[in-house]
């Protein structure tokens, strides 16, 4: 539409990162830890946890906050991989594991939210499925995929409408 543009995840984020890698326990003691299935096409569901038995110092940089985007790295459904969901109401310590990429995007309210939506629907979506490549059994996408995600930008007003007519 009139207004609008394209971008590239790379231009509207300043920070993009895989989480942990070594594999966590299901009981405590521990730091809590997403699961993969935590993460599914505009959600984050912080209850779905493992838990991470590492000194705080070494898991510091690994902890999600409000207004982060988690995309799925990878997956066994080629429909679930590379969704993205926005932390909300992240009120105890949580870690990212490796299957899952975290990103900060530059803008704060409401972009972050708008983002969440773009990348899950339309060409951005077309873009992580046609990524999408299998590994011994596992199908994934990098951050580079990611990155390179086609994202349709409009005013910040039509952004807040857009995010407005979702919700409802």
């Known amino acids: 539409p009139d207004g609008w543009c394209w971008a590239t995840v790379e231009q509207l984020i300043s920070y993009l990162r895989n989480g942990l890698s070594q594999k966590p326990s299901q009981t405590p003691p521990g730091h809590r830890i997403l699961r993969i299935n935590a993460v599914r096409p505009m959600s984050v569901d912080l209850a779905e946890v ?3 038995d590492k000194p705080e110092s070494e898991v510091l940089d690994y902890f999600v906050n409000d207004g982060d985007l988690l995309f799925t790295r990878y997956n066994g459904s080629v429909d679930l991989l590379g969704v993205a ?3 909300r109401g992240c009120n105890e310590p949580t870690l990212h594991p490796d299957k899952l990429i975290r990103v900060k995007t530059l803008l704060g309210h409401p972009f972050p939210s708008y983002l969440e939506i773009a990348a899950n629907v339309g060409a951005s979506r077309r873009h992580m499925q046609s990524r999408a490549r299998t590994t011994a059994g596992q199908t994934g996408i990098s951050g580079t995929d990611i990155r390179e ?3 349709p930008l409009c005013s910040l007003a039509e952004q ?7 919700e409802r």
């Open 160 to 166: 807040e409408e857009i995010i407005e007519e979702v």
């Open 149 to 151: 995600m086609p994202i």
């Open 50 to 52: 493992r838990f991470y």
């Open 85 to 87: 969901g926005m932390v």
